[in-house]
Every structure is written in C-alpha cells, then in structure tokens.
C-alpha cells in the first residue's frame, strides 16, 4: 500500500508523516516557530533552572489538550481519512497514539534547544538562524516533495 493511501489511524512509521498535506506540515511549522519565538521573549525573565521544563509542561500541555478533547468525540464508526486527504482542523486528533509522542518529542527538542541557546547567546541573530533551521527541519517534507 502506497503510504499516503494510509488511514490516519493507520499510520505505522515515521516517513508516513511525509505524506501529509502541505496545510498539515505548515501548521506544525508554525507551532515550533511560534514556541521558539516565546521562548525567546520568556529566558531573560524566567532564569531559574526548573522554568524550562514549566515551560515545556504547559507548551505539550496547551498542544495536546484539543487532541484529547476530541478524542472523546470519537465513535467505533468515525470515519478516518487518508493521509494525503486529512484536514488538520477536523482530523487532529485521529492518528495514532505513538504520532502524538514523535510530535510531542518535536516540540521538546525545539523548545529546550531554543532555552540552551538563547541562555547562551540572546539575540535577534540567533532568533532568526533558529527559526530558519526549524522551519527548514520541520517544513522539509513539503520543501522536498515540491524539489523531487
């Protein structure tokens, strides 16, 4: 079976994410970009060593709440889309339990990278190389399919 052709419940490796529509993947992207942009307003603030798992606690906490919500929706005959077909609006929350823990783990790299580095060096020039490497990582499934 063609991966894209996959249900969102379906979805069994990684390189399934690949598939999604260009809408899915910008939505993701901007999520990480927004994140790391407040993380960067929020370290000169919060220097104490437990503010950056607080941090994070509410981020996942924030990204992961509509998900649970609308899975309490959910019915033995919800229909589940493809993965090339899926609309991030009405299909967020039906994918499989592990995409929410690789996404979740997404979040935490990019959040406690942009913590580590912006304590390090704050500044707008370190803003924007982060934000282009982001959205250069997490956008590279839609930048490399549009390049094939």
């Not at 419940?9 to 993947?25: K, Y």
């Not at 798992?53 to 919800?78: E, G, Q, S, Y």
């Not at 077909?85 to 783990?105: E, G, L, N, R």
């Not at 190389?129 to 839609?142: E, I, S």
């Amino acid at each position: 079976m063609n991966a894209a052709d996959k249900k969102l419940n379906e979805m069994n490796r990684l390189s399934d994410m690949a598939h999604f529509p260009p809408l899915v993947n910008a939505g993701a992207t901007i999520n990480v970009l927004l994140t790391i942009t407040a993380t960067w307003f929020l370290v000169p603030r919060f220097p104490q060593v437990a503010a950056p798992i607080l941090w994070l606690a509410l981020v996942l906490f924030l990204n992961l709440l509509p998900v649970v919500l609308l899975r309490l929706t959910l019915r033995p005959d919800t229909p589940y889309r493809t993965l090339r077909t899926m609309d991030f609006v009405h299909d967020q929350h039906k994918f499989s339990d592990w995409v929410y823990v690789a996404a979740s783990a997404n979040m935490a790299f990019w959040l406690l990278s942009a913590w580590a580095l912006f304590s390090w060096g704050r500044s707008l020039q370190t803003l924007a190389a982060l934000l282009l490497l982001a959205f250069l990582c997490t956008f590279a499934p839609v930048l490399l399919r549009r390049s094939r």
